[in-house]
């Protein structure tokens, strides 16, 4: 995928969701079946509740099928907001 693959029709900088959306419209061209799934929770007295967006893909071969998921953004959730001299 190049980079004009993913400004096509959009103005302005690709995002997450941006991104995420046309990976799966080359999938789906490439004859791959693919969705965008999200898994929501709710909150709970200890978490926080929240959202996340993956891509599900599954290819049919010769009647076995193969299921990947995609996580694009999936480095930023071992991130830490304020890392304190104790994680280093």
């Known amino acids: 995928m190049g980079e004009a693959d ?7 900088p690709c995002n997450a969701s941006c991104f995420r959306y046309s990976l799966v419209k080359l999938l789906r061209l490439s004859g791959y079946d693919v969705v965008v799934c999200v898994s929501r929770w709710q909150r709970s007295s200890k978490v926080l509740g929240g959202d996340h967006q993956y ?13 990947v998921i995609i ?10 907001a304020r890392v304190v ?3 280093n």
Not at 6 to 12: F, M, Q
Not at 71 to 80: G, R, S
Request: charged content about 25%.
């Open 6 to 12: 993913l400004h096509s029709g959009k103005l302005g």
């Open 55 to 67: 891509i599900d893909v599954v290819n049919y071969n010769n009647g076995n099928f193969e299921r």
């Open 71 to 80: 996580d694009i953004d999936f480095p930023n959730h071992f991130k830490i």
């Open 85 to 87: 001299d104790s994680y």
